[in-house]
């Protein structure tokens, strides 16, 4: 914990406090009978009487306004030794000082001291000093954090507010992959600095752009970016922090960023995740949520409050789209609707040379070949794949990154951490069957994405894996592939089936057989592509609020949901006879590949083409030997 001034006076307050409370009735006391007023014992004023009467007191000093006396006394009670003796007197006490003058004793009156009077002002005014100072130090340190005691006292202001908004250095090259989102901007980075531009023509700029996208893609990132290439301040908040359990406060917070914003225009108020926020008003169970719906009508109301081109722009983001309510998404409010999606392959290999610039790339690697080998990875997949395989490069003791690395890396993010190395021979062989029926099924298929990799190795729940890596980013999907994929997935149970018999088919298939199902469901009720004829028997009146298996209502009739069922079984029945045959037809080459396989635990796309060409030469092979050559 990083400390400063401000903590170690703060927790020092208590020690101080504690210490000038005992200072003061401990200490105090004593320095006010300093002197001669110190006694060893007690007497009672009669006992005081006897000992003047028997010549036994020799000296007498008066404290406190004569209330007190140091008597000096010697006796043979006393061990006729001289002692300090305390006695109280009563207030009549000039018949005590005459009868000291008649025997004459030496007698002495102190005046109080007037230090006892400074004492008294400092013991009542400094403790409710220290206290006060406690309570601000405390307050304006919790103010400062993002909770604590002080926060009930600052509650309406959002804390963007909180702290003074810097303008970002980030700019457009620091962005990449969305290239499409980052014209969409160009006109606001354009009005922000010439507003002229567009004012000169009656033009009005949209007040509010709405970033739409999977997490990751760069939406918050993309922001950033425009407030650095416009050079204006930039506001950020979560819609989050304007929802609290005290009423109105979201509303507060609104106005208050509004208000801020106004002051510092031309600026960017970016509001992240705001569905939390914005989503629809009367909706869900037991209905809508009060302080919620209030600030939504706050954040309504502000943004139909100021003009287009008073130079505020407001940026939302959200993964939600489909929960935000109607009025929020109108003209007006937010003009236009910016979607960022996952990356192309080219998009891919510019964010992969973005994030590359202050990584140690060996020459040997190709960020083209890296982007093609992640398929639907975001821009944050990508910064977490270079800096996953820089630790790995670090914890290898190397100088650069390798392409090794790289792919280790990519594994570990798809399948996950890489287990210990199967022992058991027989276990070792049936996964081999399995994940080598995959492959040969792929391979031989002319509609299937290539195998890139068979592995033994486990990862994550898997005992082992079969790679397939997509030539290009597959916008549409014809049905012969889909088949293809089934009849693929179904390769490690025919291969199980068909090598040990079916008594000795085990659950490694389970996941497969999920893809298999969903896979199939989806060609009959969603894609049309069975004899149920072209339709859509998906439930599209599904309400995301009441969950959405709650919300779904099936909207066709029990004969046919039997339809659908027995069509279903009819596809995977077709695509599990088909992977049967293949694996039956190909036993000698599935043999060879195993034996391979159990020995090197892993093999890779070259290798395994290799082998399956001295067998068979389907059209795939040939056009990938075609490709060969001619590089």
Aim: proline share 4%; with cysteine.
């Amino acid at each position: 914990m990083k400390l400063s001034w401000k903590t170690l006076l703060l927790w020092s307050l208590p020690i101080i406090f504690i210490g000038f409370s005992l200072w003061q009735g401990i200490i105090v006391p004593e320095q006010v009978d300093l002197g001669q007023n110190v006694a060893s014992s007690r007497m009672t004023y009669g006992r005081f009487l006897e000992y003047l009467d028997m010549g036994w007191v020799k000296r007498v000093d008066l404290y406190d306004n004569s209330h007190t006396a140091i008597v000096e006394a010697l006796g043979p009670e006393l061990g006729n030794r001289v002692q300090k003796i305390r006695v109280e007197l009563p207030n009549s006490t000039q018949e005590v000082i005459t009868l000291l003058r008649n025997a004459h004793i030496d007698l002495d009156a102190h005046p109080a001291q007037n230090a006892s009077a400074f004492w008294s002002f400092v013991s009542n005014l400094v403790p409710p000093l220290l206290l006060i100072t406690g309570v601000i130090l405390l307050f304006r340190r919790s103010n400062s954090s993002s909770g604590g005691p002080g926060a009930a006292f600052s509650f309406g202001k959002p804390k963007s507010l909180t702290q003074a908004k810097a303008k970002p250095s980030i700019t457009f090259n620091d962005v990449a992959g969305v290239d499409e989102a980052k014209e969409e901007f160009k006109e606001v980075v354009t009005f922000l600095k010439k507003p002229e531009t567009f004012t000169s023509v009656g033009a009005r700029i949209p007040k509010g752009v709405l970033l739409m996208g999977p997490p990751g893609t760069g939406k918050t990132l993309l922001a950033k970016a425009v407030a650095g290439e416009a050079g204006v301040p930039f506001f950020s908040i979560s819609g989050s922090e304007f929802v609290e359990m005290f009423v109105g406060v979201g509303a507060s917070r609104v106005r208050d960023l509004f208000k801020k914003a106004k002051e510092n225009a031309p600026c960017i108020v970016f509001i992240d995740e705001i569905d939390a926020v914005g989503r629809q008003r009367g909706t869900g169970v037991g209905g809508g949520n009060d302080e919620r719906e209030q600030t939504l009508n706050q954040l309504l109301t502000e943004m139909d409050g100021f003009e287009g081109n008073t130079g505020i722009i407001v940026i939302a983001a959200t993964n939600r789209v489909d929960i935000l309510d109607s009025a929020l998404l109108r003209p007006g409010r937010f003009d236009r609707q910016v979607t960022v999606e996952i990356p192309n392959s080219k998009g891919r290999e510019a964010i992969l040379s973005v994030h590359g610039q202050n990584k140690k790339l060996d020459t040997s690697i190709s960020i083209e070949t890296i982007a093609r080998r992640t398929p639907g990875f975001s821009g944050a997949d990508l910064a977490n794949l270079l800096n996953e395989a820089a630790i790995l490069t670090a914890r290898r003791k190397k100088s650069a990154i390798s392409i090794s690395e790289i792919d280790y890396s990519i594994d570990r993010i798809i399948a996950g951490m890489e287990g210990s190395a199967l022992i058991d021979g027989k276990s070792k062989r049936l996964v081999a069957y399995h994940e080598v029926g995959h492959a040969i099924i792929g391979t031989l298929l002319q509609c299937h994405d290539e195998v890139q990799k068979v592995t033994l190795i486990p990862r994550g729940q898997a005992k082992g894996l079969t790679w397939f890596a997509p030539n290009e980013d597959q916008m549409l999907i014809s049905r012969a592939q889909i088949c293809a994929r089934i009849i693929a997935a179904l390769g490690g149970r025919a291969a199980e089936e068909t090598i040990f018999g079916a008594s000795e088919v085990t659950t490694g298939a389970g996941n497969d057989l999920q893809q298999v199902s969903n896979m199939a469901r989806q060609m009959v009720t969603r894609f049309g592509m069975s004899d149920v004829g072209p339709l859509s028997l998906e439930g599209q009146s599904s309400d995301p609020f009441l969950g959405r298996a709650m919300g779904n209502r099936t909207e066709y009739s029990e004969g046919v949901a039997t339809n659908i069922d027995s069509q279903i079984q009819a596809i995977v029945h077709n695509c599990y006879h088909e992977a049967l045959t293949i694996i039956k037809n190909n036993r000698v080459i599935i043999d060879r590949i195993v034996d391979i396989l159990i020995e090197k635990e892993t093999i890779e796309a070259e290798e395994f083409v290799q082998l399956v060409s001295e067998y068979t030469c389907p059209p795939k092979i040939k056009r990938r030997r075609r490709v060969l050559l001619s590089v």
